[in-house]
């Protein structure tokens, strides 16, 4: 909304390892290995990497930034 300055943005999250995800991931090498397998940067994502992702997307520093869907998977091959 231009008379409030309301941008909208989102982030996609990949594989990371949140409670949510605890049930197949955590203390599974097999699942652990195919979700780090996935990623560009061979591990499997942590909350604060999309926290940040997220922080930025609600602070001032992305005031110029609208519309956009910021992609922070992790994924090599999208």
């Known amino acids: 909304m231009r008379s409030r300055g309301i941008t909208v943005n989102a982030a996609a999250s990949g594989f990371v390892d949140t409670d949510a995800n605890a049930g197949w991931l955590r203390g599974n ?4 290995a195919y979700a780090a397998g996935r990623a560009a940067l061979g591990r499997v994502g942590q909350p604060a990497g999309i926290a940040d992702v997220v922080a930025f997307l609600a602070s001032d520093g992305s005031r110029w930034i609208t519309g ?6 992790g994924v090599a091959d999208l």
């Open 29 to 32: 090498p097999e699942a652990e």
């Open 68 to 73: 956009q869907l910021v992609d922070a998977t």
